[in-house]
């Protein structure tokens, strides 16, 4: 019985430190689409939703769901699931591609119309391949990685501030 127990906590807290871990991406992504600003267009009214748009499956994407109705800069947060429709029927301000999207990621992004949609993702490779924001883990801290040309590209202007607690590639120049 003893054995068990000991055994089994270190996985107990393995899997606590996984849901803390994506509950934090989640609270890192709100955060992301604090610190953009998108063009003024984006929105009909002030207080029009800002949708957040899932691609796939994974466990960041169920921690985003307790964002659904939060307020980012006075739109309150709508979470949706692409479920296989194409890009175009959705009005998505940011995308979040799961890691299940591994095979798919470079093909979702490039069929997003140009239009200002803040892509983020927790998969290698993510910014260098046309996304914006990639969430990676490095000597045991969550960072990110900016590709400041294709934000830009997109419409989308990232705070000094978020540019400063990242990793940054693209030109920090103004264009």
């Known amino acids: 019985m003893h054995l068990c127990l000991l055994a089994c906590v270190p996985q107990a807290v393995i899997a606590a430190e996984q849901n ?15 610190l953009t600003s998108w063009p003024v267009y984006t929105w009909d009214t002030p207080d029009a939703a800002l949708i957040l748009c899932t691609a796939g499956k994974d466990k960041l994407v169920d921690e985003l769901k307790q964002l659904n109705g939060k307020l980012i800069k006075g739109h309150p947060v709508s979470i949706q699931s692409l479920e296989n429709r194409p890009l175009s029927e959705n009005n998505c301000h940011v ?4 890691t299940s999207e591994q095979p798919r990621f470079k093909g ?5 119309p140009i239009q200002p949609v ?11 391949d046309g996304g914006i924001i990639e969430i990676f883990r490095k000597n045991n801290r969550t960072r990110f990685l900016i590709n ?8 989308l202007k990232i ?13 920090r120049e103004t264009p």
């Open 20 to 34: 803390d871990s994506d509950l934090f991406k989640a609270a890192f992504i709100f955060n992301f689409a604090k």
């Open 95 to 98: 995308l979040l591609v799961a």
């Open 108 to 112: 979702i992004l490039k069929s997003l």
């Open 118 to 128: 803040l892509t983020v993702s927790e998969l290698s490779g993510f910014a260098t």
């Open 148 to 155: 400041l040309d294709v934000a830009r590209h997109s419409g």
């Open 159 to 171: 705070s000094s501030r978020l540019l400063s607690m990242a990793t940054v590639i693209g030109n």
